[in-house]
């Protein structure tokens, strides 16, 4: 428990939201249907959306995070914005005192990031990176069979999503999204938690775009050693050059290999192939607040540490930086 929570015991948590895109109605959501947190305000980019979105939730509109972040009736601020300001907004909430819950990355700036851990442990205040890849069915999965594979010894995870035309979006947007692995951390944080420490990296890139800011499909494939001797592949590509949508992750180990394909998960052994029950990608983001607010009245363990969030976003850097020179980066335990 955190020794300035103590009055909580008799009274809800109190909440404000940054961001009004789909991650933020689900947190709105998880928060009203939890009599623990009551969310008092949002703030949004547009005037006119944000306020649809405090009429549809019943909450009050703040004119700017900034206003939002300062206010004395909030015990908890959550960032469901444009990855460019996780940062910027999290530190102004720590600075002011708040609780932070904040979608992945932390920060798109690995010194950023570096400094909000810290800055979190002073102020004795939460900072709870969500990382719901690791809730769902898919890594319950994994998780459940790897010891059924024996030694491990290469990994392929493929996310791609056509886009016919792309989307004119922030997730389309250099600033506002990030380098592609940063931005869609949860691609390298499925790996980090599963086999651990990266010793080196490799990744190439490539957008294709028609103005400055805004790109129609990017494609990006990083590979990572791990210190165990595993070899990894990434592949992340999203847009309208490409034709073939994948959602695969395959692991192949000396006893047999494991392939989760969409909704579909196999164990391939040399005396017989088993399927594997997936579960279901539903209600994550309520089970996330859930836990985090079950850790804030009761004290009770979190599924994933701020630490851990920062080293998988030192790995997406030291992707990103393989990709701007064409070298390899190697990593070690004081990067």
């Known amino acids: 428990m955190y020794n300035s929570d103590a009055h909580l015991a008799n009274r809800t948590m109190r909440v404000g939201l940054v961001g009004t895109g789909y991650a933020a109605k689900l947190r709105a959501t998880a ?29 009050q509109m703040i004119n700017s995070w900034q206003e939002l972040v300062e206010r004395e009736d909030l015990d908890l601020v959550v960032i469901s914005t444009v990855n460019r300001d996780h940062g910027k907004i999290a530190h102004a909430a720590l600075s002011s005192g708040k609780h932070v819950i904040v979608e992945y990355p932390l920060s798109v700036d690995i010194n950023e990031a ?41 990994v392929r995870y493929s996310t791609v999503n056509p ?39 490799n990744c190439h890139q490539r957008y294709w775009e028609t103005e400055t800011d805004y790109y129609q499909t990017c494609l990006c494939v990083v590979q990572l050693c791990f210190t ?43 005396e017989k192939t088993t399927l594997i029950d997936l579960g279901t990608r539903r209600g994550l983001f309520a089970k996330d607040t859930n836990m985090v607010l079950d850790h804030l009245f009761h004290g009770t363990a979190l599924y994933v540490t701020p630490e851990q969030s920062l080293y998988t976003l030192k790995v ?9 020179t064409g070298l390899t980066i190697f990593l070690t335990t004081e990067s």
């Open 228 to 270: 165990s001797g595993l070899l990894a592949q990434v592949i992340y590509g999203k847009g309208e050059s490409l034709w073939q949508s994948e959602r695969k992750f395959e692991i192949n180990g000396a006893k047999g290999g494991l392939i989760l394909d969409g909704d579909t998960g196999i164990l391939v052994q040399a």
């Open 316 to 324: 997406a850097d030291a992707a990103r930086k393989a990709a701007e």
């Open 114 to 154: 570096e400094e909000l851990v810290v800055l979190a442990k002073a102020k004795n205040k939460l900072l709870h990176v969500e990382h719901i890849e690791l809730l769902g069915g898919w890594h319950e999965a994994l998780k459940q069979h790897l010891a059924e594979l024996g030694d491990l010894f290469y």
């Open 163 to 201: 886009q016919h035309p792309a989307p004119r979006k922030w997730t389309y947007n250099h600033e506002l999204f990030g380098f592609p692995l940063i931005g869609a951390l949860s691609r390298l944080h499925r790996l980090t938690d599963l086999f651990g420490e990266v010793l080196s990296v």
């Open 31 to 59: 928060l009203q249907e939890d009599e623990r947190s009551h969310l008092v305000a949002i703030s949004g980019h547009t005037t006119g959306k944000t306020a649809a979105f405090a009429q549809e939730y019943q909450t």
